[in-house]
């Protein structure tokens, strides 16, 4: 059952990325403006955070798994109308409602820690998230050879076959999980304020992540425009091979979730953090020509990835050692909390590399990860 949660959510929360390295021909493709480009990757994840808020806490109140079933279908629908859209709006509505779908995603990780026993919780959880980080990690080289192979649509065709594939998988191999409930939807989103406000840990938890999540969002959205630009003239699937590397970040999910249940969180959240930092820094302070910039690169798409993912683990894994009736909501939170952070930076490094250049997008990035180094000085100790 981990196996399949943890495939199932790396299929749906790949749906995200798709477009990340094909913004290009998407654009070109749409007639969308080359500064607001961003837009695509932003509005996709600014979907993803309206179903977090709105669509994800309905899993501590209705049968979760056909909870998860509609929000593939509607994700499925999504991604067809991305693969038709002939202009922008079409196309950008199409991203926020592949948005909205994939967070079954969400709906299926507190499902995994659910059926977790209490003392191998995080390590299920990064199993789990492995899964999922793979399925982000991977979706960007997939898309590149696919577009290369055929064109931008093939992705949003192929992907839309096989949510809809998954819709009924899931549908037929989970098991039914009908939570208490016991208030209705408008007061279960009123609780969710309460939760914010009474939950210290949801809240730097979700700070730490917001800033990862903005760096990593940010070096993504622009590093294949940098790849494909006159510094490197990489093709796509140069760009997908390049993407590829980032992968080997996802190891650090298990051993992060390993640590976390030694009681490791805060030490691994700081060496998380440093990694993200690092990330930023050494394309910045080393300029030795094409190749050995390229190679530097490569490393720090692996670094950053790698930090990305403990922070995410050790963060879900102290959000779900709280209570098991709150759970959905609690992550549902985090998760739009830290997302918006990823909203934030894939906008910003779609403009800063539009009037900036690649430098301005280290600069811009290097920021996200030293924010989230002042909040964890303001730690206490315990």
């Known amino acids: ?31 969308l403006d080359p500064g607001a480009a961003g837009l ?9 955070c309206l179903g977090l808020l709105f669509i994800v806490p309905l899993g501590d109140l209705v049968e979760n798994r056909r909870l998860i079933f509609i929000s593939l279908v509607v994700c499925a629908l999504a991604l067809v109308a991305a693969a038709v859209a002939a202009n922008p709006l079409v196309f950008l509505a ?40 793979m399925g982000i990690m991977l979706a960007r080289p997939v898309a590149s050879l696919v577009a290369d192979a055929f064109n931008w649509h093939a992705i949003f ?9 998954l819709a009924f998988l899931l549908r037929a191999r989970l098991p039914q999980r009908q939570p208490e409930g016991g208030m209705h939807y408008f007061q279960l989103l009123g609780s969710m304020w309460h939760l914010l406000k009474t939950t210290p840990v949801l809240r730097r938890r979700a700070a730490y992540q917001a800033c990862m999540f903005g760096a990593f969002s940010l070096f993504w959205t622009c590093v294949s425009l940098e790849l494909t630009g006159p510094n490197f003239g990489i093709s796509q699937t ?38 993200g ?45 709280l209570p098991a009736d709150v759970r959905s909501r609690l992550n549902g939170l985090y998760m739009a909390l830290f997302f918006m952070g990823g909203a934030i930076g894939s906008s910003l490094g779609g403009w800063m590399f539009a009037h900036h250049g690649w430098h301005g997008v280290l600069l811009t990035g290097l920021v996200f990860p030293l924010v989230g180094l002042a909040v964890f000085a303001t730690e206490p100790r315990k």
């Open 277 to 321: 930092a690092l990330a930023f820094m050494a394309p910045l302070l080393v300029d030795a020509g094409r190749i050995a910039n390229l190679a530097i690169l490569v490393c720090c798409s692996i670094v950053l990835d790698a930090g990305v993912s403990a922070s995410l683990v050790t963060g879900q894994r102290a959000i779900f050692s």
């Open 157 to 165: 065709v192929l992907s839309a076959v096989v949510t809809i594939a």
């Open 238 to 275: 140069g760009v997908a091979i390049f993407a590829l590397a980032g992968v080997a970040g996802a190891i650090a999910s298990p051993i992060a979730g390993r640590r976390a249940d030694q009681g490791k969180s805060r030490s691994t959240t700081l060496i998380a953090l440093l990694l």
């Open 40 to 48: 695509i990757v932003t509005l996709t994840q600014l979907g993803y």
């Open 94 to 133: 199409a991203a926020l409602c592949i948005g909205l779908g994939s967070v079954a995603a969400q709906i299926i990780v507190p499902f995994a820690a659910h059926l977790a026993r209490p003392e191998e919780r995080g390590q299920t959880v990064g199993k789990v998230v492995s899964g999922l980080l």
């Open 1 to 31: 059952m981990v196996w399949l949660f943890a495939v199932a959510t790396g299929l749906i929360v790949a749906n995200l990325y798709y477009a990340q390295t094909l913004i290009g021909p998407i654009s070109r493709a749409t007639g």
